[in-house]
């Protein structure tokens, strides 16, 4: 059918990661609803001073540690750690459990989401131990603990010798820095477009992680935006998280039938670029990972920008609510995604 009758996406706007257009007026959701949605201001991160040395200090560290010891043991003491995290850390689980509630469409306080809200707590430390294991790992090791599942690799070799760049389109699923690191195993020069949504000691603790297979990290502000345009535009891959509007400004859609906002970035670079977007998902299997390529889409670059920018949203939200869809006890968002009819969403600090 017309995706423009898609009931997913009600609107779209020019605004999309950190810029804006004066020309067009943005049909997100109210000023209202959109004020109980925290927002994450662009922070460049000062690097090279004593936090950042500690951090990556810390993190060699315990890279080390997790190397010596066995795996089963370092991934008990992770699931212990994540039990833990989930009992202590009260405003996180509320805003994991109203996350849940909506994939699973049931009350927050129901046994089903609050046992799925703890598994997402022990995903996520086992996320952190993949991270410490990940730079004493060859890129062998790297592309053998990763299995396609779903489509193949070739959906992404094809599209990057198109020469227009690739934009994978991805969500806090699963051990999703493993999907960036087997794309740099394979040759392909790959940035993620990242945000400092914690404090600095643990951005800069993760920071050092995600760069062992030199996976460029770009910091989302003004100019950072635009050092990724120019990334995709010289053929290579930039990694985008599209989960969350963690600054606010994206466009209204229709999420696991609840109106909130997603940012607009991937479709905006897309458009901007002629750049083949890719939605990619992995899943955790035991100590491996299973990985998703699905079918890749190009934005359409017409004179009608926000009916563009709709029809992409579209595809967006239909990939991302697949993918959570499939495993949502392995979906680490730990910021409320959808508004709350009164008062500021819970956000930890």
């Known amino acids: 059918g017309d995706l423009r009758r898609h009931p997913h996406v009600r609107s779209a706007s020019k605004i999309g990661i950190g810029m804006t257009d004066s020309d067009e007026t943005s049909t997100s959701l109210s000023r209202k609803e959109r004020s109980s949605l925290p927002r994450i201001e662009f922070r460049k991160s000062q690097r090279r ?22 795996d089963l043991l370092v991934d008990w003491v992770a699931l212990r750690i994540g039990d833990l995290s989930f009992l202590v850390s009260k405003s996180w689980r509320a805003n994991v459990e109203s996350n849940l509630s909506h994939v699973l469409d049931e ?20 996320n952190v131990a993949t991270m410490l294991r990940s730079p004493h790992q060859s890129p062998r090791q790297l592309l053998d603990s990763v299995r396609v599942t779903h489509g193949d690799w070739s959906i992404l070799d094809e599209a990057l010798s198109a020469g227009k760049g690739v934009i994978v389109l991805t969500a806090h699923l699963g051990s999703f820095d493993s999907m960036g690191s087997s794309i ?5 020069p790959i940035a993620a477009l990242t945000a400092r949504t914690t404090n600095r000691f643990t951005f800069e603790f993760i920071s050092f992680l995600r760069q062992a297979h030199d996976v460029k ?25 599209s989960d969350r509007d963690f600054f606010v400004n ?11 906002t997603l940012p607009v970035g991937a479709v905006r670079i897309a458009r901007e670029t002629g750049a083949i977007v890719i939605p990619m998902f992995t899943v955790r299997l035991g100590s491996d990972h299973a990985l998703m390529i699905e079918q890749p889409f190009v934005v359409e670059r017409t004179s009608d920008r926000a009916d563009d920018v709709t029809i992409g949203m579209q595809r967006v939200v239909a990939a991302l609510e697949g993918a959570i869809e499939i495993a949502p006890e392995q979906w680490a968002m730990f910021q409320r995604v959808w508004p709350v009819e009164s008062g500021l969403a819970i956000e930890p600090r």
Not at 114 to 123: C, E, G, L, M, P
């Open 184 to 188: 740099r195993a394979r040759g392909y």
């Open 49 to 70: 001073d004593a936090v950042f040395y500690l951090a990556a200090f810390a993190a060699a560290a315990l890279s080390w540690l997790v190397r010596l010891l066995p």
């Open 107 to 126: 009350p927050p306080d129901s046994a089903r989401v609050h046992r799925t809200a703890r598994s997402v707590f022990q995903s996520n430390a086992l």
């Open 250 to 260: 994206g466009v209204q859609v229709e999420f696991f039938g609840e109106e909130t």
């Open 217 to 241: 990290l770009i910091e989302a502000s003004s100019s950072g935006v635009r050092e990724a345009i120019e990334w995709v535009r010289a053929g290579n891959v930039l990694c985008l998280l």
